[in-house]
């Protein structure tokens, strides 16, 4: 399983643009990056996953670097609703168990 | 969305009890996976499946255990429940992309218990 860090929390206004870098410096080849958001007392949501180069979606934005040995997710205008903890997971669907770490806590002010 | 489904979503029980959490899918996922995560702590992987007739424990020492005799049903089941089993427990499933090997978890809301 590739270890990954990323910063413990952020802070944010409202409207600017939040971006979490993780780094996962032994990932594997066939591994994929994914990120996940958890507001309080949920379970985490996907946000979004790629392999390389940029994955856009209506949510966010994941930009792999060619190395690949870390990533960063973009969160473009951010509101209030954005506040929750963004995980950052490396593997392959042949992981078993994927760690989700401690996360990065965003908190969104106004 | 995904279709995970967990009941009850809150549940208060007295030491001793024998519990179970349910967790259902409709998505006709092989991979199944508790965690057991305390407010603001990290979420821990208690017990997944493979498939059906497969379970395993997860990097979190628990008390609980758990059965998968359907593709589509994984609970998991206390038999002496005590205070400190109070937790929040959360049950989620995986697809993999056909011909890769991209994998998304997805997640039910979730049972907290308290356990008096």
């Known amino acids: 399983l590739a270890k990954t860090t990323q910063p413990i929390s952020m802070d944010s206004y409202e409207g600017q643009e939040v971006n979490i870098t993780c780094s996962h410096n032994n990932i594997a080849t066939n591994d994929y990056i994914t990120w996940y958001q958890q507001f309080p007392s949920q379970g985490p949501r996907f946000i979004i996953q790629g392999y390389k180069t940029k994955v856009t979606n209506e949510v966010a934005s994941l930009f792999i670097p060619a190395d690949r040995k870390s990533s960063t997710l973009s969160l473009p205008r951010v509101s209030l609703s954005d506040t929750a903890v963004y995980y950052c997971?490396?593997?392959?669907?042949?992981?078993?168990?994927?760690?989700f770490g401690a996360g990065t806590t965003v908190t969104v002010r106004a | 969305e995904a279709d995970i489904y967990q009941t009850p979503r809150y549940l208060v029980i007295g030491t001793g009890k024998k519990i179970t959490l349910e967790c259902s899918q409709t998505m006709g996922h092989d991979k199944m996976y508790w965690y057991q995560q305390d407010p603001g702590m990290e979420l821990h992987l208690i017990h997944y499946?493979?498939?059906?007739?497969?379970?395993e424990k997860g990097d979190l020492s628990s008390e609980s255990t758990v059965s998968r005799i359907r593709t589509e049903h994984f609970p998991l089941t206390l038999e002496s429940a005590r205070p400190s089993h109070t937790s929040q427990y959360l049950c989620?499933?995986?697809?993999?992309?056909?011909?890769?090997?991209?994998?998304?978890?997805?997640f039910g809301p979730g049972t907290r218990l308290l356990v008096l």
């Open positions: 989620a499933s995986s697809d993999r992309l056909q011909g890769t090997t991209r994998e998304t978890q997805y």
């Open positions: 997971l490396v593997g392959a669907g042949n992981d078993y168990k994927l760690s």
């Open positions: 499946s493979y498939g059906v007739n497969s379970t």
